[in-house]
């Protein structure tokens, strides 16, 4: 309706609309029966976000076993075995300053994070190097970063080459276990066999190492030795 117009009829187009009765009407209708199969599909081109949510509870690759099985992380998966125990404090801290507890809360107190870096050091020749006309020596050192947050008292702090050991150092006892535990070795020494020590035992006879009272190779050569042969051959 226009209620505001001034001349003719005020409907839309002139024509007001038909009366609706009052009564029902005397005949019956009959709805003719849809061709439509039934149940019906349609494509939906816009969904919202509940719509989504709902589709993607029964569909998805998110569904698949194999998708859980790429997609979970598996901490063991993460650290790889070594191949031979680890031996010595220096051995445990580079484990700990490579990340093995990054994000972790190490002890109930301490979460760590940790960087390696690398800067050049002059090392001076010594007299051999000097007769072969060696003037100077530049190579690269590690130099990690150990950063500290103390979860007790809220302090941040930063640790930088020796200091990052410094800091390690007097925890090592107790961070050892944990070290150990993550990084279990493919080779014992104690599991190697008879056969195999007596042709290692073979290697190098015609030499005798600095400081050796024998000559072939040491105790921890033989075992490396092993170990790597080992682990070529898939038997570690």
């Known amino acids: 309706r226009k209620p505001d117009k001034s001349d003719g009829?005020?409907?839309a187009g002139g024509t007001p609309p038909p009366i609706l009765p009052d009564t029902p009407s005397e005949g019956i209708s009959t709805v003719t029966p849809?061709?439509?199969p039934?149940?019906?599909s349609y494509t939906l081109m816009k969904a919202d976000v509940a719509e989504m949510l709902k589709a993607l509870q029964s569909h998805g690759a998110h569904l698949d076993s194999s998708w859980h099985e790429d997609t979970t992380?598996?901490?063991?998966?993460?650290?790889?075995?070594?191949?031979m125990p680890i031996v010595g404090p220096a051995h445990i801290a580079a484990e700990i300053l490579n990340g093995m507890f990054d994000g972790d809360v190490v002890l109930n107190r301490y979460l760590v994070s940790t960087l390696i870096m690398f800067k050049l050091v002059n090392i001076a020749p010594d007299d051999e190097q000097r007769q072969k006309g060696v003037c100077e020596i530049r190579r690269t050192s590690d130099h990690p970063i150990?950063?500290?947050?103390d979860t007790h008292t809220g302090d941040v702090t930063y640790h930088a080459g020796d200091d990052a050991f410094a800091f390690i150092t007097p925890l090592l006892p107790q961070l050892t276990p944990l070290v150990l535990s993550r990084r279990r070795p493919r080779y014992m020494p104690d599991e190697a066999n008879d056969w195999e020590l007596e042709v290692v035992a073979r290697i190098g006879r015609d030499k005798t190492l600095p400081g050796a009272t024998d000559p072939g190779l040491a105790d921890q050569q033989v075992h490396r030795v092993l170990a790597m042969w080992r682990m070529l051959n898939g038997q570690a």
């Open 73 to 83: 992380f598996s901490e063991d998966a993460a650290i790889e075995p070594c191949v």
């Open 9 to 11: 009829s005020w409907w």
């Open 34 to 36: 849809s061709r439509i």
């Open 146 to 149: 150990l950063g500290v947050l």
């Open 38 to 40: 039934f149940p019906v």
